[in-house]
């Protein structure tokens, strides 16, 4: 393994997405995103809906991929990210992820409660992370 790498485990709950080395991992969080390098300090982040970016030990480009929450896991320069979903923007359907926006945003108006509130606001969230990552591959 070379030393400017750490291994990458990137699972979400129905596929292993990436596994291998990886050079610089960028996690959506709760307070905004955080980058995570070699030998990072161990620890837990939250993760929320957005885009995930990193590096690999090959690639000079930036692999994304719309995610949902989860956890990342920082242990002996070793990351785990667990995801609900996570989706390359080119397999994303802007279509379908346009028609879930809109139904995201109907529920929203009925009257609810907080559980399903919560889920609408979710689903409003992960339809607008599809979309960014939609516009940002197709330009």
């Known amino acids: 393994?070379?030393?400017?790498?750490?291994?990458?485990?990137?699972?979400?709950?129905?596929?292993?997405?990436?596994?291998?080395?990886?050079?610089?991992?960028?996690?959506?969080?709760?307070?905004?995103?955080?980058?995570?390098?070699t030998r990072h300090e161990d620890m837990v982040i939250a993760t929320?809906?957005?885009?995930?970016?990193?590096?690999?030990?090959?690639?000079?480009?930036w692999r994304r991929a719309a995610v949902g929450v989860g956890l990342t896991h920082v242990l002996n320069n070793e990351v785990t990210v667990l995801v609900d979903t996570?989706?390359?923007?080119?397999?994303?359907?802007?279509?379908r992820a346009r028609q879930a926006l809109e139904r995201a945003k109907e529920q929203l108006r009925q009257k609810q409660s907080i559980q399903e509130y919560r889920l609408s606001k979710a689903s409003l969230a992960r339809a607008f992370s599809r979309l960014k990552e939609v516009s940002k591959y197709n330009n």
């Open 48 to 61: 929320r809906e957005g885009e995930i970016r990193f590096r690999t030990a090959e690639d000079a480009d």
């Open 1 to 37: 393994m070379k030393t400017d790498t750490f291994h990458l485990k990137f699972v979400a709950s129905d596929k292993v997405f990436y596994e291998g080395e990886c050079r610089i991992l960028v996690v959506p969080e709760l307070n905004g995103e955080m980058a995570i390098m």
């Open 86 to 95: 996570a989706e390359r923007p080119e397999d994303i359907d802007a279509v």
